[in-house]
């Protein structure tokens, strides 16, 4: 064991316990952004500190995009139940496109997973709204296993504009996986209870929406009270051929930068994608 990590367990030079666990924190980053934002050449031995990355993230801020996606997480035990509920989610976007898909997910489900309806609207504009379709249907329905993509639909996307997504679970569905995050940085969903899908889009009061933790159980229990996506993990984006991806892998690496700093990288012309390691 490195001496650094007994640190924390050491009093008076006598050492009263051992790690349970130790983890590295990496960031892979795109050299062509970085040298942009520096106007140089980005070296990594300069970031010290986590003022340094603050600093850094500052500057990538200054030149612009993240396009969101998850892995689900495997809780392996039903987190909590939603029916006749809406579940209704921002999701941050600093792409410019024309076209949108979906991916649905119940990768670590035990039962289907009902989506009695989906739609995308504008948060500004809320006259613009699609239904999302799979193969024309209206109800999604995903199996234990299945992830796959929606039917693709126009969309003009505008960077700057979240993008909301309403989910409708008409039906008592148990959560066994979802998406989780804990900021909202990145996205933040809410929930509330709606009878029938025609009201899904409905103007209500404030107190009426829930948080995560107030409808799952296991995540109220939960001391990093996370921000649950249930049935989807992923929105695609199509923009510009010369759009390239950043991508970073670790639930830390999420915490400090995809999420905690999640105001773009070179806006319209690259995408952060994210995957928590579990």
Excluded at 3 to 18: C, H, N, Q, R, V
Excluded at 176 to 204: F, G, L, P, Q
Excluded at 206 to 226: F, G, L, Q, T
Excluded at 241 to 257: C, N, W
Aim: proline share 3%.
């Amino acid at each position: 064991i490195k001496e650094d990590a007994l640190g924390t367990l050491t009093y008076d030079g006598k050492i009263y316990g051992i790690p349970y666990s130790t983890a590295g924190i990496g960031l892979v980053y795109n050299k062509t952004v970085l040298d942009k934002a520096v106007g140089g050449d980005f070296d990594p031995s300069t970031i010290k500190t986590r003022s340094d990355l603050a600093e850094l993230f500052d500057q990538i801020e200054a030149t612009g995009a993240a396009a969101w996606k998850y892995l689900p997480v495997n809780y392996g035990t039903n987190i909590g139940s939603v029916e006749n509920t809406m579940q209704k989610t921002w999701f941050r976007n600093n792409l410019k496109g024309e076209k949108i898909r979906l991916k649905f997910t119940n990768k670590y489900g035990v039962s289907p997973l009902i989506l009695d309806r989906v739609m995308i609207s504008g948060e500004k504009d809320t006259d613009q709204r699609v239904q999302v379709t799979c193969r024309g249907n209206t109800k999604i329905v995903i199996h234990p296993g299945e992830e796959f993509l929606s039917d693709e639909f126009d969309w003009q996307t505008v960077p700057g504009e979240n993008i909301v997504l309403f989910v409708f679970f008409k039906e008592r569905q148990e959560i066994h996986c979802a998406a989780a995050m804990w900021s909202v940085k990145c996205c933040h969903t809410v929930y509330r209870s709606c009878e029938n899908e025609c009201d899904i889009m409905a103007e209500v009061s404030e107190d009426e929406w829930k948080e995560s933790r107030e409808i799952y159980p296991y995540i109220e229990a939960d001391v990093n009270k996370a921000n649950v996506v249930a049935g989807v993990c992923e929105i695609q984006v199509y923009t510009d051929p010369e759009v390239k991806t950043l991508a970073m892998f670790g639930d830390s690496i999420h915490r400090y930068f995809t999420q905690a700093r999640m105001s773009g990288v070179c806006r319209d012309s690259h995408a952060v994608l994210g995957c928590t390691i579990w």
